[in-house]
């Protein structure tokens, strides 16, 4: 079955690159994501990425895919406090329902 | 437009009493979902629906049951509650890839429901 994993807790400083990171199990996924939790709020998706493509950069945000050994990164340049959050990753399949697996988190803390 | 809302946020409840979340989204999206937060656990999928009137289990469906009697609200129904349900509880919807064009199968999710149970 589909199994996707994080580390659960990563301190950086502020100005810093932040590089969170994820393995997923399932070879057939077409869609990784990335969802951030700010305090005491619901998920929201933040980027996205399509399983044919390597990279794909918004803003501040990088995400490198490596279909080769299922791993998953998010880098955040120049971190901010405001980015402190909780983020998750997940994968989909495309066609009718399929459902989304959620990683089990990583909680980002900026340290001014 | 409101998006996602949950209602309530916090309740606490005895062993064995009942209750009912709502969930209602306004963007007219077929599918719902429900699931349930726990530290270090992740998100996991209680119950979903892909349209009014269907429903089907997820991952942990024990303990809880759901209605979708009209598109834009979908329930969660705890009959008996127990405290291994102590859980902070999301509601997602999305629209279906029927729709067409670019589906990317993003989830919109509600504030959440803090859930104590003693």
């Known amino acids: 079955g589909e199994d996707v994993e994080q580390s659960l807790f990563l301190s950086v400083r502020e100005g810093d690159s932040s590089v969170i990171n994820c393995t997923y199990t399932?070879?057939?996924?077409?869609?990784l994501y990335w969802y951030k939790q700010e305090p005491g709020a619901g998920l929201q998706l933040l980027t996205y990425?399509?399983?044919?493509?390597d990279m794909k950069q918004d803003q501040r945000l990088t995400v490198l895919l490596n279909k080769k050994d299922k791993h998953l990164s998010l880098r955040i340049a120049d971190t901010q406090t405001g980015d402190s959050a909780i983020y998750f990753c997940?994968?989909?399949?495309?066609?009718?329902?399929?459902?989304?697996?959620f990683g089990t988190g990583t909680k980002l803390q900026v340290i001014p | 437009n409101a998006g996602v809302t949950q209602t309530p946020k916090f309740r606490v409840l005895k062993t064995g009493q009942s209750m009912t979340l709502l969930c209602a989204q306004d963007?007219?999206?077929?599918?719902m979902y429900w699931y349930r937060q726990d530290p270090g656990m992740g998100l996991r999928l209680i119950h979903y629906?892909?349209?009014?009137?269907?429903?089907a289990k997820g991952e942990v469906p024990d303990g809880y049951n759901v209605s979708r009697l009209k598109k834009q609200n979908f329930l969660l129904g705890l009959e008996s509650a127990a405290p291994s349900q102590t859980s902070v509880y999301f509601c997602?919807?999305?629209?279906?890839?029927?729709?067409?064009?670019?589906?990317?199968?993003?989830?919109?999710f509600g504030p959440g429901t803090r859930l104590t149970v003693l």
């Open positions: 629906s892909v349209g009014e009137g269907t429903t």
């Open positions: 990425i399509f399983s044919n493509m």
């Open positions: 997940a994968e989909s399949m495309t066609g009718g329902y399929q459902k989304v697996t």
């Open positions: 963007m007219n999206h077929e599918y």
């Open positions: 997602a919807s999305s629209y279906s890839p029927e729709r067409g064009g670019t589906f990317r199968n993003e989830q919109f």
């Open positions: 399932d070879s057939s996924s077409t869609y």
